[in-house]
């Protein structure tokens, strides 16, 4: 059985469903990529999330979670620590956030070199992203991307800039050029990587993580084109435009998962960016990072 395997930060997820009433969920941007890509992989593919988890019931109730949505659970357990936590609020139809993780455990995922190397080891695809290694402290950092590196796996980089959970902004741009010398596939979001980098056009974009060593780069930028760059050449993937945006929320997790699905079965880089971009319009028209209604036909 082949492995897919993401790896970084779920949290709890309370969302806001009237004025004093909240849900409750699980979510975080690489495991909303490991929950999409359960359902753009066939069960010949084992769909994997790697994070660190406390021994409470809150963390046993996640790894249920976890499993209960065929997803399999990669866990170092740390006695002390617990998962972390954010809160959405809606006033107005805007959303805000507020977030809880001084104790999540994940933050310590990073640790343990073996336990990353055993983890890893049996890995086809791994994915994670700028959030989990913004999480990290800096040696933890170097820790990942040295395992990441030494697998055998095809490794996904999604830049996903959060600045509240850097250091400052020198370290953010080390640490996102540390995560795609990572990675041969890397998936950056122009408009935050010209504000942080000072990009003049997505081919800028390009070119900085060439040289940071991916083959595979596709530069998403909203309502306007994909740039994608393959060792092949730089093309141009229009957009079809969305009537009515609902939630944003996980638009670039549900691109990453169906665009790897996509590579990880011989599709074209090409042809699996425009199926990932039709899996994104979907999700964005509904609300919520995880939204199986859409899934009905084949996903693939």
């Not at 074209?268 to 979907?282: D, I, V």
């Amino acid at each position: 059985m082949s492995r897919f395997l993401c790896i970084g930060e779920c949290m709890v997820e309370l969302a806001q469903t009237g004025p004093d009433t909240y849900r409750r969920g699980f979510a975080g941007d690489t495991f909303n990529t490991a929950w999409y890509a359960r359902r753009c992989l066939p069960e010949s593919w084992d769909v994997s999330y790697a994070t660190a988890v406390g021994t409470d019931a809150t963390s046993a109730e996640m790894t249920a979670f976890m499993k209960a949505e065929r997803v399999t659970p990669a866990l170092r357990e740390i006695e002390g620590r617990t998962v972390g936590l954010y809160m959405i609020a809606t006033e107005g139809g805007e959303r805000s956030f507020s977030y809880w993780r001084s104790n999540s455990a994940a933050r310590l995922l990073g640790e343990d070199t073996e336990w990353l190397a055993a983890t890893f080891a049996q890995a086809e695809m791994i994915h994670f992203s700028g959030i989990t290694l913004a999480i990290l402290a800096p040696d933890q950092r170097s820790r990942l991307c040295n395992a990441l590196r030494s697998s055998r796996a095809t490794v996904s980089f999604d830049t996903n800039l959060r600045p509240r959970l850097w250091e400052n902004e020198n370290a953010m741009k080390r640490g996102l050029t540390q995560g795609a010398s990572a990675a041969s596939i890397v998936l950056p979001s122009f408009d935050e990587e010209t504000a942080l980098f000072g990009d003049a056009t997505p081919e800028h974009t390009i070119a900085r993580y060439r040289e940071a060593g991916a083959q595979i780069i596709a530069v998403k930028n909203g309502a306007s084109a994909l740039t994608m760059a393959t060792p092949e050449g730089i093309t141009e993937i229009a957009v079809e435009p969305v009537e009515k945006v609902v939630d944003s929320t996980a638009a670039g997790d549900s691109f990453a998962a169906r665009f790897l699905a996509g590579l990880a079965q011989n599709e074209t880089p090409q042809e699996a960016a425009r199926a990932a971009m039709a899996l994104a319009a979907k999700v964005i028209c509904a609300p919520g990072a995880l939204v199986p209604d859409i899934f009905q036909g084949d996903p693939k």
